[in-house]
């Protein structure tokens, strides 16, 4: 049986790149980008 998949052929692209994990109970940062975060997922 024949794997469906050849593990040893390079891929073509890269769809996506992860980030990093950010320290979200830093308080240092952009402040202002949290701001903007929170009215989005909170609308007035």
Do not use: Y
Request: aromatic share 4%; charged share 30%.
């Amino acid at each position: 049986m024949e794997p469906a998949i050849n593990i040893e052929e390079t891929p073509g692209k890269v769809v996506g790149r992860r980030r990093g994990v950010r320290n979200t109970l830093s308080l240092e940062g952009n402040r202002k980008q949290d701001a903007i975060d929170w009215n989005r997922v909170f609308p007035i």
